[in-house]
């Protein structure tokens, strides 16, 4: 799609979001957008995807399964290495919805993250919140995350622990699966994340069922997993693009991923760079 046409769309109010999805995404740091993704980039997301997992990018991590069955694929920063999936990440309504709900003047984006879990994978993801494993600062960063999938109860579902953004917590990284070769540094300033799963009635856990062209939107400081895929048949490919809004910096400190550090930048300077390009900016349009 050319960069022109998305902008007029744009400029035609076809991709301006509803305000109460923003309400419900400031109040509960997790919203669904229903039918945002078009037949043609769907078609662009599972090209790209069967190639990664055919012949996956550089920073391909494998999951161990729990009992040896089904498949769990991820990999990350992978727009670098397939255009379909930058086109996707820059050229897409996605920016422009990451500026709405931010409320910001600049989106950059900062990665992309792909989860696969194929039928009898049962590996859940850990209870976490997405920003103590990054090496940035401040508030306006979110996930938009999308399935090529039919989601439902049975394969994988992501749950959410709504409002817990606004708990102020920054919970210590772990990582997702057993048998990790390298953990990860210890920030004294992170806390340990409670057996949330103990005590699933004392929190407000939510979850949604999802079709091919659903956008899951949910901030950085969200709580949240996903449960293993069960079910016999049916895959769950899940695929997110991470962007971050106006004075989003860069952080040296402790404990997060090492092949997300940016090597262009030093603590405290702003993001934009090669690695976290600007992608959308008030007033430019950018793409």
Not at 8 to 13: G, H, L
Not at 148 to 177: C, R, T, V
Not at 207 to 217: E, H, K, Q, Y
Not at 269 to 287: A, F, G, H, M, T
């Amino acid at each position: 799609m050319a960069v022109h046409l998305v902008l007029k769309k744009v400029m035609n109010n076809d991709f301006i979001l509803n305000s109460e999805y923003i309400s419900i995404f400031e109040k509960n740091g997790v919203v669904l957008l229903k039918n945002m993704i078009n037949k043609k980039w769907q078609r662009i997301l599972n090209d790209a995807i069967e190639e990664d997992i055919k012949k996956p990018g550089p920073f391909f991590h494998s999951y161990k399964t729990e009992d040896g069955k089904g498949n769990f694929h991820g990999n990350m920063r992978i727009w670098e290495h397939y255009q379909g999936l930058k086109d996707y990440c820059t050229k897409s309504p996605l920016p422009y919805f990451a500026a709405q709900l931010l409320n910001s003047n600049k989106i950059n984006l900062f990665y992309d993250q792909l989860f696969v879990k194929e039928p009898e994978t049962k590996n859940c993801i850990r209870w976490h919140n997405d920003q103590p494993y990054w090496p940035i600062r401040g508030w306006p960063v979110i996930s938009l995350w999308t399935s090529l999938d039919p989601i439902s109860k049975n394969n994988g579902p992501m749950e959410f622990i709504s409002k817990s953004h606004k708990w102020g917590k920054w919970y210590q990284p772990e990582h997702f699966a057993p048998g990790a070769s390298k953990a990860y540094e210890q920030n004294p300033e992170f806390e340990k994340i409670p057996d949330i799963d103990s005590n699933r009635d004392k929190y407000d856990i939510i979850s949604f069922d999802m079709n091919p062209g659903d956008l899951l939107a949910f901030h950085a400081l969200v709580v949240h997993g996903s449960t293993g895929n069960i079910s016999k048949n049916r895959r769950r490919r899940g695929y997110a693009v991470r962007y971050t809004g106006d004075d989003v910096f860069y952080s040296t400190d402790k404990g997060s991923h090492l092949d997300l550090r940016n090597p262009e930048l030093e603590n405290g300077n702003l993001l934009d760079s090669k690695q976290y390009p600007v992608v959308w900016e008030k007033d430019k349009n950018v793409y």
